[in-house]
């Protein structure tokens, strides 16, 4: 995504490269050959594999969003809105709404988004309501708003309640660290663990060994011991982002509280993380003088990223060019 904002237009993107929409073809391509084994154990004579029955919806969804997904741009000026729209394979869609069409506009919380992101709600004056692409940056929501009410001449936008927003005397990611979900993760793992062995220890009892290797027990059991002991891992942790510094809280593997203060002389560089598989969402990293590094406990997409690292550089009062973005 894309964006460019200043006092005479603003710009929101929403949509994937070309390289992302190979990543989720190819991943999509990858879970539907699952199904090839599943159909040749039917057509021997066995019961078809019961990871075919979820391979196919999902990989063919996967490669749908690949094929379907639009790519959609907003130009907003003093004029109005352009809106861009394409997909794949077709031209491209434009439309104009006049400033004089426009009758309000708001900003909404995309709620179903991951990571968090914030939409304008824009209501013309035939009743059609439009919901603009995300807002670029997650730090400044509410300015970008207001620079996007004073271009389509509409009264300001109310305040949205945003933890990221820069004008929050503390930036927190998050939640707070809790030492209860870690000892509940640990008593519920050895249950889970008994009841989702009986499967396996019916299918060895009947003599179906490579049913049960099958369904894949010797990684079950690695996955509950590792769950196990670094269940407290899992409790959360927070980065608390003030002005001047930066409080990090977490669980230690032994189940206490702990936390750490990083003074901007602790810093050797704040770096963008490289995206995740699909290309989606970064981390952020702090790495410090001391050599250790701190990622960020909650992932955003690479502008929101970006915005929080300069947000977070801002506060330290450091300079621009003590960390390069990886993004």
């Not at 004579?45 to 075919?52: N, Q, T, Y």
């Not at 109005?80 to 077709?90: A, F, L, S, T, Y």
């Not at 300015?143 to 009264?155: C, D, I, K, S």
Request: one cysteine or more.
């Amino acid at each position: 995504m894309d964006t460019a904002a200043s006092q005479d237009e603003v710009r929101l993107r929403k949509g994937s490269s070309l390289r992302e929409r190979l990543v989720w073809a190819g991943s999509g391509g990858v879970v539907l050959l699952i199904v090839i084994p599943g159909l040749w154990t039917w057509a021997s004579g066995g019961p078809p594999l019961a990871a075919a029955f979820w391979a196919v919806p999902l990989g063919l969804f996967l490669i749908g969003v690949a094929a379907l997904e639009r790519n959609i741009a907003w130009i907003i000026t003093q004029d109005g809105i352009v809106i861009g729209e394409q997909r794949p394979i077709g031209p491209v869609r434009k439309r104009m709404v006049g400033v004089h069409d426009i009758a309000d506009a708001t900003v909404r919380k995309n709620r179903l988004s991951y990571p968090k992101s914030f939409s304008l709600s824009c209501r013309l004056a035939t009743g059609e309501v439009l919901i603009s692409p995300p807002l670029p940056d997650i730090t400044r929501v509410n300015e970008t708003a207001a620079v996007v009410a004073r271009l389509l001449g509409l009264p300001d936008t109310a305040p949205v309640n945003n933890p990221f927003d820069a004008a929050n005397a503390e930036i927190i990611l998050r939640s707070p660290v809790s030492l209860d979900l870690g000892w509940l993760i640990r008593m519920a793992v050895p249950l889970l663990a008994g009841l989702c062995s009986l499967p396996f220890l019916v299918a060895f009892t009947v003599g179906e060994q490579e049913l049960a290797l099958g369904l894949l027990l010797p990684l079950g059991l690695i996955v509950a011991i590792a769950l196990y002991r670094y269940t407290h891992r899992l409790s959360g942790a927070r980065w608390i982002i003030r002005h001047g510094e930066v409080r990090i809280e977490r669980m230690t593997l032994t189940g206490r509280r702990s936390a750490e203060t990083i003074k901007p002389d602790d810093v050797a560089a704040i770096e963008v993380d490289k995206p995740d598989t699909k290309g989606r969402t970064c981390t952020i990293s702090i790495r410090l003088r001391s050599g250790r590094t701190f990622r960020s406990p909650t992932r955003h997409d690479e502008d929101g990223a970006r915005a929080l690292r300069g947000e977070i550089i801002r506060r330290l009062n450091m300079p621009v060019n003590r960390g390069t973005s990886a993004g």
